[in-house]
Structure formats: C-alpha cells, structure tokens
C-alpha cells in the first residue's frame, strides 16, 4: 500500500489497530489493506440516517432504531419522517416543557403549555402541566391520533407530572355577499319633421402687405479726454 492510499483512511484506523499487542507485520499490512478497500466503496445509502432525505422503505428500521413506540405505518410520509429526525431530540428533552412540544410538534400538532404556577385555577398544584394541543391545517379530530399523541406524552414526560390534555379545532369560512340595482330606463316612442337648414353664403377678401425695415448705420467713434 503506497502513502497516498494510507492518508486516504480515517486517523483512527491509522494509528490504532483492533489487532492485538503481538499482531505481526504481514497482519497489519492486511488490516490496512482491507479497511482501504473498504474505504474505497462507493457509499450504496449516503443518506440512511437522514430521515428527510432517505427513502420512505428506510424509516421503520430508522424507527425501531430509535425505539419510537408511537409507529403507525398508516401515517402520512411527513409524520414518520418528524417522528424519526426528533427522536433523539424529544428523548433528550424528556420531562421537560420542551421536550413534550416537540413530541406533539413530530405528530403534526401545535401546542400551549402552561405550568401549575402559571394557571388562575383550583386545579393548580405542583407538577402539573395544562396542555392545548391542536393539529396543523385545522384538521377534525382523529381518535387514533387522540391516542397516539396521549401514548406519547406518557413517554416522554416526567414521572411524577400530571397532563391534562386539551384538543381543539378550527372551523374557518367565507361569506360574501353582493348586490347590484340598474337604473330605471323609460322608452316612449315620438315623431317629428325634420328639414335641413339652409346653407350659408361665404364672402372672403385677400389681402397682401409688405414692409421693409430702415437701414441702421453703426459707426464706430474714438474719442480721448484729458483732464
């Protein structure tokens, strides 16, 4: 193996070795020479992890990877693809006011949260989170999705937090109105004579005129003084 193909591999492979203490040289050379190889491929998947990016057959495994308990395959491309991308962020917010936006956010609802401090009422208590949720587009409640995003805010919220979970929806509608009034027209039928005027008569004189302008001399006078 030249030293162009050894500075292709990663530092790691380079000066570390899974081989043990009393690997032989010949055994070296064949771990570097394979992991070059292996390095040379073509990558078949570049963008595997990439929820957005993947293809659609990809996501279950992505799922399962990161351990999603709220997977329905009947769900649209876009809500798999939010479930699978902030999985790792909705874990890592887990027990937080944060962490459950963007749980109900991956499930393609917006949301209002407010903690036992904040409310005006008796239900008030310590650690207990008011929560108004409802689905982008103002879409009609689903019962299945009820479900679901109640599965997993009792994943991702904290132990010893009370939820109580509000869901609505929007209801949005035009009315127009126009009106249009014509005016009253009134036709009345009439005869009548009608003679031509007689034509008048034209008289035109021509004159012509001249004139010349006087002549104007111009002399030009020197003149001194002395005083």
Known sequence: M???????????????????????????????????Q??????PFPHLLAA????????????????????????????????????????????????LKKALASLDFDSDITPWYRLQTDSARPYFLDIVAW??????????KLHKLQSYIQDNKSERDEISLSLM???ETQLGLAAAAAPATNVVATESMATMWPMPHLAAKLMLGGGAIPPTNMTYVSAQAVT
Do not use: C, M
């Not at 057959?57 to 939010?82: C, F, G, M, S």
């Open 2 to 36: 030249t030293q162009a193909q050894n500075d292709r591999l990663p530092l790691g492979l380079q000066a570390h070795s899974v081989l043990p203490d009393n690997r032989s040289t010949l055994e070296r050379a064949l771990e570097l020479a394979l992991a070059q």
């Open 38 to 43: 292996l390095y040379g491929l073509d990558n």
């Open 52 to 99: 957005e990016k993947t293809s659609t057959e990809h996501l279950p495994y992505l799922a399962a990877e990161r351990q999603l308990t709220v997977w329905d395959e009947n769900d649209e491309v876009h809500i798999k693809q939010n479930l699978v991308s902030q999985a790792w962020e909705v874990k890592r917010l887990g027990g937080t006011r944060g962490g």
């Open 135 to 144: 689905e982008k587009g103002n879409k009609a409640l689903d019962v299945s």
């Open 169 to 171: 929806f929007g209801v």
